[in-house]
């Protein structure tokens, strides 16, 4: 726990039990549904003859959202769509997606809508154990991918210094942390492990620093045992991982008594888990998350198919939150998951074996073919001059004993692979 830290954002909300929990995101629908359904038309053509009563019926009356229709409507009125509950002049704020499945979406908030977007953001800071003094390094481009934007207001809005570190090369970056004495980190996973490289080959001392958490997103690596472990030896810092969408909003957050998952931030948030072939919705257990956003009204989405595969527990926390939990935080991504000689397998859960082996600095997975014959290329960047064939023999058989089948394995001399500041794109189909 780290000394005079503030363990809630709104414990008014975060210390609800969950009969109390769920009659507020009960009393938070109807309120949303209300306003949403006099003037927004992209959900009144969808839910304008239904029935539904938010203070009693099973949410699953209520139809999905998918990315797909959004994009559909998008185009079809182009540019912003009709997902908008207000007057275009309300709309203050723009974002679009990272394009990582397709075309991007183009995201509009309102004023109030950003605000929410700040308390969700207090919330995943508490969470993490932020307190008045830290100092809040974003290091990412600001451009117009949602990134780090609204955790930058939201620890301005806490009171905390936050440093914009946008238009810096790495090696400037890392200066810029050490001379501000910078306490905690917000970026990638992927980030977070190229500023570590990159300090340890300019000589400078990143363990010896003042940070001591580094905020993760962006990635399911936060809580990739093998890859967590790796960016807290090399920043000698603890790392906390968070989930978030642009079209959604900040999800999610990891408290300082639960390492490697994710709690759901319920007071904001409706969550569901689907199995992604039937649709059929539970409280908990392992499937496709789907979320009902419950203050963005300019924006809202209703039971929307997120993608991404979670395991939900539910409980009370050490932590004193009854928010549902992701164990393991974000495994993996419906349209990510790859059949390779009759296994089903994400991209995580390579991940995970490959960062065991601490000679490898970068990789990517490639996959030609499709269903059961598709086959796969590892391409491993080495630190090392002369790792060659005993890493890639040792990786392949790691693959083969826990996934059980073998990949082909290459091994590449240092620096042959990109570097990714945001989203690190390592999945190749061909």
């Known amino acids: 726990m780290f000394r005079g830290s503030r363990v809630y954002h709104l414990p008014e909300e975060e210390t609800l039990d969950r009969d109390a929990l769920a009659q507020l995101q009960r009393r938070r629908l109807a309120a949303m549904l209300d306003e949403v359904l006099a003037a927004n038309s992209f959900y009144r053509r969808k839910l304008g003859g239904l029935k539904f009563d938010p203070a009693s019926d099973p949410l699953d009356r209520l139809p999905f959202t998918t990315k797909a229709e959004l ?25 679009q997606t990272s394009a990582s499945t397709g075309r991007p979406l183009r995201w509009l908030d309102t004023a109030e809508s950003w605000r929410w977007w700040t308390e969700c953001w207090g919330i995943v800071f508490r969470g993490a154990g932020v307190a008045a003094g830290d100092r809040l ?72 620093s003042r940070v001591r958490a580094l905020i993760v997103a962006g990635e399911p690596g936060g809580s990739v045992p093998a890859t967590r472990r790796r960016i807290e030896s090399a920043w000698s810092a603890r790392v906390f ?66 993608g991404d595969l979670v395991r939900l527990v539910r409980g009370r926390c050490g932590c004193g939150r009854h928010f549902v939990r992701a164990e393991g935080g974000v495994l993996g991504r419906v349209d990510d998951m790859l059949i390779v000689r009759g296994n089903n397998v994400f991209p995580s859960a390579l991940e995970a074996i490959i960062r065991r082996f601490s000679s490898v600095e970068e990789f990517r997975i490639t996959v030609t073919g499709a269903n059961a014959m598709a086959d796969l290329l590892i391409e491993v ?33 240092p620096g042959s692979l990109p570097r990714f500041e945001m989203k690190a794109r390592r999945l190749v189909r061909v």
């Open 241 to 306: 991982d968070h989930a978030g969408m642009t079209e959604m909003g900040a999800t999610g957050f990891e408290c300082l008594h639960a390492p490697g998952g994710i709690h759901l931030i319920e007071s904001q948030f409706i969550a569901e888990v689907i199995d992604p072939a039937t649709g059929r919705a539970s409280a908990e257990g392992a499937g496709e998350l789907v979320l009902t956003n419950l203050g963005r009204r300019g924006s809202p989405l209703i039971r929307y198919r997120t």
């Open 71 to 95: 994009q559909r409507d998008q185009a079809d009125r182009p540019p912003f769509g009709s997902n908008l509950t207000y007057p275009l002049d309300r709309y203050c704020r723009y974002h």
């Open 381 to 413: 960047e080495s630190a090392g001059p002369s790792e060659g064939s005993r890493l890639d023999r040792e990786i392949a058989t790691a693959i083969r004993n826990e996934l059980h089948f073998r990949p082909s394995v290459q091994v590449l001399p």
């Open 137 to 208: 390094v974003f290091p990412f481009s600001f451009g117009p991918f949602i990134g780090f934007w609204a955790a930058f207001e939201g620890a301005v809005a806490l009171g905390n210094m936050a440093l914009p570190a946008g238009g810096m090369s790495t090696t400037a970056r890392l200066r810029y942390i050490i001379d501000n004495q910078a306490t905690v980190v917000c970026c990638t996973p992927t980030y977070a492990l190229h500023l570590a490289q990159v300090a340890a080959e300019e000589g400078i001392d990143l363990a010896g």
